[in-house]
């Protein structure tokens, strides 16, 4: 079955390092979809990406989403403590929703 | 202000008792899902609804039961609960047929059961 694989699982980073989790589909995406969930939180929308070879910025946070719409990044430029939490890859093909298993990012200041 | 709202909270069950976890939305969504969230395991899905009246079952339906009278809210039934199902809860919605709108999801419920 379809399948979307996230790595990394964990990454520590010292503030101010950037950070890169990807995100990897079996199949190829309609589209897909980023959140972040801060600790004792729920998830919360960040953006999403449609098109192949598509390149979305938010401030320090670049989402990229690959040629063959089978992959996907993000990229935080300059870790903050506040960037602090899991970030999920939703992938969308036919209609289904599936999540990564998520990166979990800790920031020491 | 508008959303969803998940209840209870938190809640810690005695294995083989009945429980429901509610949720409700006030955003007019058609699709409705219930995951679970266990560390080292992500976000999975444990029954969907597209539509009030229809269901579907997720990637681990097993020991879940969900019904969907109106397009407000879908409840979740738990009609045994066991060990294995101590996780924490979120209900989402999104727009149904905009297959690329967000999800929206509610604060969650942690279950622990004993």
């Known amino acids: 079955g379809q399948q979307v694989m996230q790595i990394p699982q964990y990454q520590h980073v010292q503030e101010g390092e950037d950070f890169t989790t990807y995100c990897n589909s079996s199949t190829t995406l309609s589209n897909i979809q980023w959140y972040k969930q801060r600790p004792g939180g729920h998830p919360v929308f960040l953006i999403q990406l449609v098109k192949s070879g598509e390149v979305k910025k938010q401030k320090r946070l670049t989402f990229q989403f690959g040629e063959a719409k089978k992959n996907s990044s993000l990229h935080i430029t300059a870790t903050q403590t506040t960037d602090v939490g899991t970030y999920f890859c939703?992938?969308?093909?036919?209609?289904?929703?599936?999540f990564g298993k998520g990166t979990k990012l800790s920031v020491k200041p | 202000i508008a959303g969803i709202t998940q209840a209870p909270t938190s809640q810690i069950l005695a294995a083989g008792r009945r429980m429901t976890l509610r949720c409700t939305q006030d955003m007019r969504h058609n699709a409705m899902y219930w995951y679970r969230q266990d560390l080292g395991l992500g976000l999975r899905l444990i029954h969907y609804s597209n539509t009030a009246g229809t269901t579907g079952k997720g990637e681990v339906p097993d020991g879940y039961s969900v019904s969907r009278a109106n397009t407000d809210d879908f409840p979740l039934t738990l009609a045994s609960a066991v060990p294995s199902q101590t996780s924490v809860y979120f209900c989402?919605?999104?727009?149904?047929?905009?297959?690329?709108?967000?999800?929206?999801f509610g604060n969650g419920t942690r279950l622990t059961v004993t």
């Open positions: 989402a919605s999104r727009e149904q047929g905009a297959r690329n709108s967000p999800l929206h």
């Open positions: 939703d992938g969308g093909s036919q209609g289904n929703l599936i």
